[in-house]
């Protein structure tokens, strides 16, 4: 079993069902450092292999900087991803209901349970 530490903002108590997600801040840095970043070295790396390429009489210059200065970029980006996702980023987004309660409004998909134990050689499963 895999437990997770959770931010409890919405005052869930146990046997709650819940929604989790990531939080916001969380959710933009990683866009931006996905999808922003490593193109952008591309783009500033090439300008800027561009001129000294030119002035040395190296014209693959400014293809070699771009990448180079994409994979350093890139590389960097993807270690800052991995220490964004080991911090505590998720919070619960909405409490659904109380199982127990008489208004549980989840439909019979929700509560299949996640493993079963196997009672014997007819199919006589049982749900934990």
């Not at 070295?41 to 180079?68: E, K, M, Q």
Request: net charge positive.
């Amino acid at each position: 079993m895999q437990e997770l530490t959770i931010r409890n903002s919405k005052q869930a108590r146990v046997g709650d069902i819940v929604r989790i997600g990531l939080v916001q801040r969380v959710h933009t840095t990683g866009y931006l450092l996905g999808y922003v970043v490593p193109p952008s070295a591309l783009v500033f790396g090439s300008v800027g292999g561009a001129f000294p390429g030119t002035y040395v009489g190296f014209p693959p210059l400014d293809s070699i900087a771009g990448l180079l200065s994409m994979i350093v970029a890139s590389f960097f980006s993807l270690r800052r991803l991995q220490r964004l996702d080991a911090s505590s980023s998720l919070e619960i987004v909405n409490v659904r209901s109380d199982p127990r309660g008489p208004g549980f409004p989840g439909s019979a998909e929700e509560l299949i349970p996640d493993r079963f134990i196997s009672g014997g050689p007819m199919g006589a499963d049982r749900s934990c």
